[in-house]
């Protein structure tokens, strides 16, 4: 049955940055540098700088960066938001938290991504912004959103929790062509803390400021509040972290690359449907389809090969969601959702792992 392979093990992933870690939280400690500290601030100059970016905020998850961006354009109760069915909850979440009404479209059945033939359909007077979602770190083509939108003021703000990293398929950074782009930093994302922690990016100054005293109740210097906020700071002791393993990302994400180029080569199964990428994708999962999800995954336990679903359940049928939008069928999303399953994505499997795996795909 052989050893456990692991779906990620982000353990052995770190293991080379542990001690360098825990020696730079000593100076936190004696300074009591916690709350906003300078790590904060060093992190978030060194990520806007590898994004390509001007700014970066930082904030206390991916939820909240989103919701932040959202907060930050100010705009009317009841405007529309243009999201793909296919997603993570928080995407749609922090729509509805801002007061803002999300408007679902389907996605590419061959890449999961948001339709863009389907945006063209639901832009309306009351689009107020399209956010696309870079599903498990491949893009969206942004550059043909703003070909839609054209002269409309509508923004559009990039869902990137996955795909730190990434580029286009012209080479172009992401958060390029966006007004905001939002990042999560969950244990298991290409970059991930030990705990909770998120960022939003952007070239535009305004926003920036606004950004950083909405995180921080409102303030950018103390008992002076001149916005609405909510307190969501980026932990200082993670930012000590992530600066570490900022600086391994394009190494690790290669490494993901290698390993989703082994899987399109030699999973060979007609049973299996294979997710198509974007050119330059960071693989923050690497999806197949499959009918008999539940057989494969049997499998896969029984000879101790871990594997995941991103999602079960697309947003339409969420049960929060019930009444929002069960009217209409988002097709392509309800499909992946019911078939995906994300196979090992860790970095460090090594070619025995990877055959051991595509051989029990292949010979089911």
């Known amino acids: 049955m052989g050893k456990v ?3 990620l093990d982000i353990y052995q992933q770190d293991k080379k940055i542990h001690k360098l870690f825990i020696h730079s939280l000593k100076d936190t400690f004696k300074k009591n540098d916690f709350i906003l500290g300078s790590a904060v601030y ?22 909240d960066a989103l919701y932040l961006a959202l907060k930050t354009l100010n705009l009317p109760k009841e405007s529309e938001v243009i999201v793909p069915a296919m997603t993570w909850i928080s995407t749609v979440l922090s729509i509805i938290n801002c007061g803002l009404k999300p408007v679902l479209v389907d996605v590419d059945i061959k890449s999961s991504l948001i339709s863009i ?15 696309p979602v870079h599903l498990y770190g491949g893009v969206v083509d942004i550059k043909k959103i703003r070909k839609i939108i054209g002269k409309r003021k509508i923004y559009i703000i990039e869902d990137a929790a996955q795909a730190h990293g990434a580029l286009d398929d012209n080479g172009n950074k992401i958060g390029r ?3 905001l782009t939002c990042f999560s930093f969950y244990p298991g994302k290409n970059l ?21 005293k909405l995180r ?38 290669k490494k993901r690359k290698d390993i989703a180029k082994f899987y399109n080569k030699n999973i060979i199964n007609n049973k299996i449907n294979k997710i198509i990428y974007s050119k330059n994708a960071v693989y923050h999962q690497y999806v197949i389809l499959i009918k008999d999800r539940k057989s494969l995954i049997k499998l896969l336990n029984k000879k101790n090969i871990q594997s995941g679903i991103h999602y079960p359940i697309s947003i339409n049928k969420l049960k929060c969601f019930k009444n929002s939008f ?6 392509n999303a309800e499909k992946i959702a019911s078939e ?9 499997l090594n070619l025995k792992d990877l055959s051991r795996i595509c051989s029990v795909l292949n010979n089911f």
Do not use: M, W
């Not at 705990?195 to 606004?210: H, P, S």
């Open 5 to 7: 392979i692991k779906f």
């Open 42 to 63: 060093e992190f978030e100059e060194k990520f806007s700088k590898y994004c390509s970016t001007n700014y970066a905020v930082g904030c206390a998850n991916g939820t």
């Open 117 to 131: 033939n389907e945006i063209k359909k639901k832009i309306n007077t009351k689009t107020k912004v399209i956010l």
């Open 177 to 179: 062509f966006s007004d």
């Open 192 to 212: 991930g803390c030990y705990g909770d922690g998120g960022i939003v990016i952007t070239n535009n100054k305004q926003y920036y400021k606004k950004l950083r």
């Open 216 to 253: 921080n109740l409102g303030s950018e210097n103390k008992h002076t509040h001149d916005e609405i906020g909510i307190n969501s700071r980026l932990d200082t002791i993670q930012a000590k972290l992530l600066i570490l393993k900022l600086q391994e990302l394009s190494k690790l994400n």
């Open 326 to 331: 069960r009217s209409h069928p988002y097709p």
């Open 340 to 348: 995906c399953l994300s196979l090992p994505i860790d970095p460090n």
